[in-house]
């Protein structure tokens, strides 16, 4: 009875997990399925199967501006947060300093406060000061969003680091700088590369700060919003599917790496 | 986001100290930080207290601060909706999260890295896109519909998607990889030893579940709950896309005195008593949950 109730509860997991991992994939799916529709005007009803979309992804107006903004900015945004925000964890995580507790809940804030109030409070600011709104405001607004988690991200890899290592090399006679380079950084890169992963797909998928910060610019994101009244072209799915196995792949090819190195040392 | 409940970082004894440097690293960063978040926030606050000018689409700054109380009764409906539909959205994203974070924590074995990554996956296929293939399946062409149409669950008249269920399965929907990191961060780390101590002391598998593993996992919870209620309760896409004018949340209120009415006093308010709104009950939530710091 035991054993029997034993199973059943492992088995009651598996089952559950499949479900939630089902729940979690119905839209993937759907929108992987959608992007080979043969479809006219708005992309609905299944008219049968068609590589065309996949072979001409920029086959409509508009989609491929679109998604070269979103990547222009996310590249940016990712670039300028990761340095502030590597920076910052360093000294949170390296240094004692008076204002430890402020500098906390300035990271912490805006990872709690809901996007339409930062995407809200940063367009009243623009308006204010009479600033032209479209691409740049968009990066200022990414970058802002993205420093609080890249903080977090490589902070959490430096709390994690093992004293020893740095202690080790300070013993073998490297000076602070050595060590840093040659020890301290190498171990952290890993988290600082998650972090701007992170940022690139959080700049990337914006939808709400970009919506009220963005001007006449259109990102990906906005297009999809803006077009699905009128019928989404397939190609948004195709954009949409690719970059999913894209990201899947680079998340695979690092844990790879990641290994790799981890052998080979 | 695991990382958010994860980092306690080192004790600050062994942390160097030096004068000038960690202010030189935090210097840049704190700057955008002051300069695009705090700014903003408080050129916000100034905003709601404005009234209308003398031009069309002007305002003057005339510290009307009963325009805030006038803002929140306008909208009381679409406040106490969103904190209900936020609510729910948490809840049902806490019921499914759990048992695959646990699963993921316990029984995948050498796949846990892979399922970790699956859980985030769907974040890279663009959220307007899988909210819009939801409206899709759940809509009355969808697969779905005519399946059940077919089991004669539902008649043709009846509607899945432009309804409070569907604004609230897909708001959980949206948050969920937010929920299921946290808390296999805290299940992660639970140490298998103390599990079967309390096997050992004769507690069945439930009484070490409730007694042991939901205890231990707590941080998880609070983490994760946060990080879906408070997207969930400012987001109005789900509400656009999957409801109806009768399910419209606070945002879809701000958003539209922002970008259509474009009366900013109302919607600064608005948007200021939200973030006040969220601010308190998470206050109040950590309280009682007894968690100490997040970051």
Request: charged fraction near 10%.
């Given at each position: 009875?035991?054993?029997?109730?034993?199973?059943f509860?492992?088995?009651?997991?598996?089952?559950?997990?499949?479900?939630?991992?089902?729940?979690?994939?119905?839209?993937?799916a759907?929108?992987?399925?959608?992007s080979?529709?043969?479809y006219?005007?708005?992309n609905?009803?299944?008219?049968?199967?068609?590589?065309?979309?996949?072979?001409?992804?920029?086959?409509?107006?508009?989609?491929?501006?679109?998604?070269g903004?979103?990547?222009?900015?996310?590249?940016?945004?990712?670039?300028i947060?990761?340095?502030l925000?590597?920076?910052?964890?360093?000294?949170?995580?390296?240094?004692?300093?008076r204002?430890?507790?402020?500098?906390?809940?300035?990271?912490?804030?805006?990872?709690?406060?809901?996007?339409?109030?930062l995407?809200a409070?940063?367009l009243?600011?623009?308006?204010?000061?009479?600033?032209?709104?479209?691409f740049?405001?968009?990066?200022?607004?990414?970058?802002m969003?993205?420093?609080?988690?890249?903080?977090?991200?490589?902070?959490?890899?430096?709390?994690?680091?093992?004293?020893?290592?740095?202690q080790?090399?300070?013993d073998?006679?490297?000076d602070e700088?050595?060590?840093?380079?040659?020890?301290t950084?190498?171990?952290?890169?890993?988290?600082?590369a998650g972090?701007?992963?992170?940022?690139?797909?959080?700049?990337?998928?914006?939808?709400?700060?970009?919506?009220?910060?963005?001007?006449?610019?259109?990102?990906?994101?906005l297009?999809?919003?803006t077009?699905?009244?009128?019928?989404?072209?397939?190609?948004?799915?195709?954009?949409g599917?690719?970059?999913?196995?894209?990201?899947?792949?680079?998340?695979?090819?690092?844990?790879?790496?990641?290994?790799?190195?981890?052998?080979?040392? | 986001m695991?990382?958010v409940?994860?980092?306690?970082?080192?004790?600050?004894?062994?942390?160097?100290k030096?004068?000038?440097?960690?202010?030189l690293?935090?210097?840049?960063?704190?700057?955008?930080?002051?300069?695009?978040?705090?700014?903003?926030?408080?050129?916000?606050?100034?905003t709601?207290?404005?009234?209308?000018?003398?031009?069309?689409?002007?305002?003057?700054?005339?510290?009307?601060?009963?325009n805030?109380?006038?803002?929140?009764?306008?909208?009381?409906?679409?406040?106490?909706?969103?904190?209900?539909?936020?609510t729910?959205?948490?809840?049902?994203a806490?019921?499914i999260?759990?048992?695959?974070?646990?699963g993921?924590?316990?029984?995948?074995?050498k796949?846990?890295?892979?399922l970790?990554?699956?859980?985030?996956?769907?974040?890279?296929c663009?959220?307007?896109?899988?909210?819009i293939?939801w409206?899709?399946?759940?809509?009355?062409e969808g697969?779905?519909?005519?399946?059940?149409?077919?089991l004669?669950?539902?008649?043709p008249?009846?509607?899945?998607?432009?309804t409070?269920?569907?604004?609230?399965v897909?708001l959980?929907?949206?948050?969920?990889?937010?929920?299921?990191?946290?808390?296999?961060?805290?299940?992660?780390?639970?140490?298998?030893?103390v599990?079967?101590?309390?096997?050992?002391?004769?507690?069945?598998?439930?009484?070490?579940?409730?007694?042991?593993?939901?205890?231990?996992?707590?941080?998880?919870?609070?983490a994760?709950?946060?990080?879906?209620?408070?997207?969930?309760?400012?987001?109005?896409?789900?509400?656009?896309?999957?409801g109806n004018?009768?399910?419209?949340?606070?945002?879809?209120?701000?958003?539209a005195?922002f970008?259509?009415?474009q009366?900013?006093?109302?919607?600064?308010?608005?948007?200021?008593?939200?973030?006040?709104?969220i601010?308190?009950?998470?206050?109040?939530?950590?309280?009682?949950?007894?968690?100490?710091?997040?970051?």
């Open positions: 009875m035991k054993t029997l109730s034993r199973w509860s492992r088995n009651l997991i598996r089952i559950y997990m499949v479900l939630g991992f089902g729940y979690l994939f119905v839209p993937v759907y929108t992987f399925a959608f080979f529709n043969d006219i005007k708005s609905l009803v299944w008219r049968g199967f068609t590589l065309n979309n996949w072979k001409q992804p920029c086959g409509v107006l508009d989609v491929c501006p679109a998604l903004n979103s990547i222009k900015i996310g590249l940016l945004a990712t670039f947060a990761t340095i925000g590597t920076l910052i964890a360093f000294a949170l995580g390296r240094y004692a300093f204002g430890r507790a402020v500098t906390n809940t300035l990271i912490f804030l805006p990872m709690a406060s809901p996007e339409l109030v995407g409070s940063l009243t600011i623009f308006l204010n000061l009479g600033m032209n709104l479209g740049w405001t968009i990066v200022i607004a990414h970058v969003f993205c420093i609080s988690f890249v903080v977090v991200t490589v902070k959490a890899r430096i709390a994690s680091l093992d004293p020893r290592l740095e080790a090399a300070m073998l006679y490297a700088k050595e060590t840093f380079r040659r020890i950084f190498p171990l952290v890169a890993p988290g600082i972090a701007a992963l992170l940022a690139f797909s959080l700049s990337f998928d914006d939808f709400i700060i970009t919506n009220f910060n963005s001007g006449t610019t259109i990102t990906f994101p297009y999809v919003y077009h699905a009244e009128r019928g989404l072209p397939a190609q948004a799915n195709v954009i599917s690719a970059m999913f196995f894209l990201a899947l792949l680079i998340v695979v090819a690092g844990q790879i790496v990641g290994k790799k190195v981890k052998v080979g040392k | 695991a990382a409940v994860r980092s306690s970082g080192s004790t600050t004894s062994e942390l160097k030096k004068s000038l440097v960690p202010y690293l935090l210097a840049p960063g704190l700057l955008w930080l002051a300069l695009f978040f705090v700014a903003p926030i408080i050129t916000l606050i100034s709601a207290t404005k009234t209308p000018g003398a031009g069309i689409g002007e305002f003057v700054q005339t510290y009307r601060w009963a805030y109380w006038d803002s929140l009764v306008g909208a009381s409906g679409q406040f106490g909706r969103s904190f209900l539909y936020a729910c959205a948490t809840l049902l806490l019921a999260a759990y048992p695959l974070a646990y993921i924590a316990f029984k995948s074995g796949y846990k890295n892979i970790l990554v699956l859980v985030v996956a769907p974040f890279f663009s959220f307007i896109l899988r909210t293939a409206k899709q399946i759940l809509g009355q697969p779905l519909f005519r399946f059940l149409l077919d004669h669950i539902v008649t008249t009846t509607h899945l998607t432009a409070a269920p569907a604004v609230i897909g959980a929907y949206n948050f969920l990889p937010f929920m299921t990191l946290p808390l296999y961060g805290s299940l992660e780390r639970i140490d298998p030893r599990l079967e101590a309390s096997g050992d002391l004769y507690s069945n598998a439930f009484t070490t579940f409730r007694k042991v593993t939901v205890p231990l996992s707590m941080p998880g919870v609070v994760g709950t946060l990080l879906t209620f408070i997207p969930a309760a400012g987001d109005y896409v789900n509400a656009e896309i999957l004018p009768n399910t419209k949340m606070i945002g879809n209120v701000i958003n005195q970008l259509n009415t009366d900013y006093p109302t919607a600064a308010a608005l948007s200021f008593i939200l973030m006040i709104g601010s308190i009950l998470v206050m109040i939530y950590i309280r009682k949950a007894g968690t100490e710091e997040l970051v």
